[in-house]
Each structure stands twice: as C-alpha cells, then as structure tokens.
C-alpha cells in the first residue's frame, strides 16, 4: 500500500517541488486546497505532512504562529509527521559555522526570532517532526525568488547581479534535490529523533563562482555586477517588502555554509545534481548554450 503526503502550499518554490518528488516516489500525494476543506480533515489518515505553506515576509509575525499551531494541531490529532523546510535565519550575523543542527539559535532580528519561535514549537509538541534547512534556492522555475528575479535579470546581456560580497561563501539549495532529501527523510521517519533538525549542505558558492558556471552553461563569459541597495532604501516607507529585505541583508555579506554531515549520516551518499545542470535549469531556454534545458524534474529524479 502506497504511503500517503498531504502538501501545505503546493502551488509554492518548496511545496510544489515537493509533490512532485513524492509522486515519482511512489507516493500518494494529495495538494491541499483551503477552499475544500479543513487541514483537520484533509490530514486524516496520511503519513506526511508537508509544511510548504511561506506566507510574504510582512505576513510573517501575524500568519507564521497561527498556521504553525494549526498544523501542529492537525499532525497531533491524526499522528502524521510533519516536513518543514527550514532555513539560515536561525543563526544571526555573528554565530560562526559551518552551521549544524547543534548550532545556537541566536539571531535578533525580527524576521529570525520569528523562525526561531516556529522551530520551537515544534520542538515542544509531540508531533514528530522533520526540519529541512537549507539556504537560498535555486529554482527550475520562475518563482519570484532572489535567483531570477534579481541574479539573472541580466543574463542575456552576460551580467550577474550579486546583491552582496561576491567573493562571500553562500548557501544554496537547489529545490529538486532538496525535495528529493524531503522524500528519504520521510521513508525513514520512524528511525529518527522526534524533532529531527537535518541540515543540507546542498551547494556553497560565491557570487563569481556561480558567474564563472553560469559563463560555462551560456557559452559566454558572464560578468558580475553588484545589485544596488539605495532603491529598496528609497522604497522602505511604501513597499512592505522592502524593510524586511533589507533586514536580511547580511546574509550576502557574512559568509555562511551548512554542515551536511548529520544528513550524510542518515542517508549515506545522497546524489546530488551537477551545478552546471541545476544553473541551466534555472536560466531561461534562450540563454543556455544548447537549446536542450537540463536538470529538469524528470531528468534529476532519474
């Protein structure tokens, strides 16, 4: 009997990714629809529940508690294990890494603490639980995050916008593999701690080491230009996304990486795409060198 997933935020970066890599697993998925029903009755009778439900970031302080309590609530009431992607936000300008799952929480800002206080309640419910970190994603879809909207803007004119220190190691996911991690994590849930904090280590790049791939996938020798901050300062008082970018700023200036060592433990040598093949995924068709856009789903899930 094929096991079963109920997908929070199918339609998002991580949920959809998610669905899918549950599905060629054999898996039956079901995406969950808040105008059908309720997450209570959905949950009933599934083995996973995937948390892929991220509201905006200045929805976070008033939307993150209550949707958090609410998949808690359904997990505990069916016994289903819950799946959250976690991320870097935990730690702060100045904890050193490589971060691990052993490693404080002590960040400040607002956006941080507010991670901190979701990971915390699942740490003290009694639903067992896996947390997924993983830094930014690299997507093989358009999907409004800093990758295609900001990095590869102006790729067509060989340009690589970094908004931060383009030498400055940064933590990267790319979102099929990161699902594929979701799906063995999920197979053998039952061996693991009920809070299970799995770091994936997935890429560390710098800013020129992404341009130098980027540069081997189109055929051209792209260049990096480092994004300007002054707009989203300009807009700060009208735009509600733009404190809260800014307030993560340090990310792409300190720099991070994630230890994969815990992961590696649980699942062995868990194959991950090629860096070149995840780029030319995220890039549009027409910038590629070949015409052929690789790394898709199908292809990475093998």
Known sequence: ???????????GRFGRNAALAFRHA??????FDRRSGTLSQAARGVDVIVNGWNPPYPDWAGDVPVLTKRVIDAAS???????????????????????????????????????IDM???????????????????IDTN???????????????RS??????DPEAPHAWAFLPDLARAAVALAEIREDLPRFCDVPFDGFTLTGV?????????????????????????????????????????????????LDGGYMRELLGSFPKSNLEDALRSAIPPQCAASSTKAGNMGEVLG
């Open 119 to 137: 990971e915390e309640a699942y740490r003290a419910s009694t639903v067992r639980t896996i947390l997924l970190r993983a830094g930014d994603f």
């Open 209 to 257: 080491q992404i341009a130098q791939t980027l540069s081997q996938v189109t055929g051209r020798t792209v260049s990096v230009q480092r994004m300007k901050w002054w707009p989203l300062q300009v807009a700060r008082p009208f735009w509600r996304m733009a404190p809260c970018l800014i307030e993560m700023r340090y990310l792409w200036h300190v720099p991070h990486q």
């Open 77 to 115: 009431d069916t016994g289903a294990t819950v799946i959250v992607p976690g991320n870097v936000y935990v730690f702060g300008e100045d904890t050193p890494g490589p971060w691990s799952g052993g490693t404080p929480h002590q960040a400040t800002n607002p956006l941080g603490r507010i991670r």
């Open 142 to 156: 358009a999907s409004g995050n800093w990758f295609d909207q900001v990095m590869i803007k102006r790729l067509s």
């Open 26 to 31: 054999g898996w039956d998925v079901t995406e």
């Open 1 to 11: 009997m094929a096991q079963t997933a109920l997908v929070l935020g199918a339609s």
């Open 159 to 164: 340009q690589f916008v970094y908004p931060g």
